[in-house]
């Protein structure tokens, strides 16, 4: 992530990204799955680890938080840089980063439309998926 934050500081990229004990945080969400390691998910099998993890974060207050950030930076990015294509790359991980990938679509639909209100209309989004080596190659420091 230091890579990440490198390229921020650079000006070469935004993040939108949340962290545990942030105030993003819901006490709803103590019975959340975050984890493959999660001692309830013992004795399943790897894919219903997995499986788990994504139906439980995709249930919590976090997740419609986290949708709502990138929803705004959508918006933000096309009030500040008016006329130029937003790209969105999305870091391939593990089943918390392969559920935000699966509804990356949909947020970024429900953005443009939010962006639309404000009179941004036309924005061309670009949702881009790569490994961190991609990443890394495509994005240097």
Known sequence: FAHCEALQGAGRIRIAYDRPNTSNACDRDADVVWSLSDPRLAGKTDKEKWAAVRESVSQSVWFHGFQMTLKTAIKLAAQSDKGRDIRLVC????PITELEQEYMSKIVGEGRRDAAVFGL???QVDIALRTYRKFREEFPL
């Open 121 to 123: 209309i036309d924005i």
């Open 91 to 94: 870091i391939q991980g593990g």
